[in-house]
Each structure stands twice: as structure tokens, then as C-alpha cells.
């Protein structure tokens, strides 16, 4: 059971009981009482806010405010400018989520999350066969990791694409 938690991020479960160390990390994040975070500590909270986005949207401030710091900090990782992306398409906002993907598509072109947001930006587009091909190279690109590939066609049902997963 243990070996199924993440990572502890510097978590003292004596100082903290009965806390799970990821809710230790997103009570840090949100007092904002550290400065620094590493890349795999921005990584699960960018999982974390994603999450909970699925029950209230308004976590959205939070995964962006994530984000953010991810880019700045780490600007060689796409996932920080496709998960905000995400928050975007979410909004609405397509002008904005197409400007993060192609600016991540510069920077990892075998990014599955790339091709499942460039082909949830070309239905918005009414572009379904273009929505299709690339839906298909992230299903192509997950390969045979089978938590990647239900990841991809949880997104497409909870965006209503219900067809293409």
C-alpha cells in the first residue's frame, strides 16, 4: 500500500497526522509559504488541480497560478503550458489555449496531452477530421501505456467526444 503513495516532497507525517503528503503540498502551495518547488513537486500539483477542475472549475486559478511558476522555473516542460492550455479550452478561451499548445508542440512533439489538445482545439473549430488524426497520434503516441491511453479517453468522454474515445 505504501509503495502507491507519491513521493513525500519533505513531508513529516509526525508534524502532520493523519495528512496524505500531496494535501501537505497543496496546503503549502496555497498559504504560499515556500518559494522554490521542484519540477516533480509542480507536476503532481499540476495532476492534483486537474483532478479537482472535474468537480469545480474554479480550481482552474489555482493549476494556472501552478503553471506559471512551472514555465518560469522549468521552461523546457510542455506539460506546464498544456496543462494551462487545458484550463483555456476550459474557458472557453481558444485563442489562448492555441497559443500554449504550438508553443509546446516547439518543445516536445511526442507529448501525447499535445495531439489530445490540438485535437480538442480543432473541434472547437468545427475541423472534425483534423480532430481525428490527432486524437489518434496521442493514441499512437501512448503506445501501449494503458493508464495514458484511458487518460486520453476519460478527456475525450468528459469534453463530450464521446465518438472519438
Not at 9 to 19: A, L, Y
Not at 78 to 92: D, H, K
Not at 142 to 160: K, P, T, V, Y
Request: glycine share 4%; hydrophobic share 35%; charged share 25%.
Amino acid at each position: 500500500m505504501m509503495e502507491n503513495l507519491p513521493p513525500d516532497f519533505g513531508f513529516d507525517p509526525e508534524e502532520s497526522p493523519g495528512m496524505h503528503p500531496i494535501e501537505f503540498l497543496v496546503k503549502e502551495f496555497e498559504a504560499e509559504t515556500r518559494t522554490y518547488y521542484s519540477q516533480e513537486e509542480l507536476e503532481e500539483l499540476c495532476e492534483y488541480y486537474q483532478q479537482a477542475m472535474e468537480f469545480d472549475p474554479s480550481r482552474g486559478e489555482s493549476l494556472l497560478r501552478v503553471c506559471e511558476i512551472g514555465q518560469r522555473d522549468y521552461p523546457y516542460c510542455s506539460q506546464f503550458l498544456l496543462s494551462a492550455a487545458r484550463v483555456y479550452f476550459i474557458e472557453n478561451s481558444f485563442t489562448r489555449a492555441q497559443r500554449l499548445v504550438s508553443k509546446a508542440g516547439l518543445l516536445d512533439r511526442t507529448e501525447p496531452e499535445l495531439y489530445l489538445m490540438q485535437g480538442l482545439l480543432h473541434t472547437s473549430c468545427n475541423e472534425n477530421p483534423a480532430a481525428r488524426d490527432s486524437f489518434r497520434k496521442a493514441i499512437d503516441l501512448a503506445e501501449h501505456r494503458q493508464e495514458m491511453i484511458s487518460q486520453i479517453c476519460n478527456d475525450l468522454i468528459h469534453f463530450g467526444f464521446r465518438d472519438q474515445a
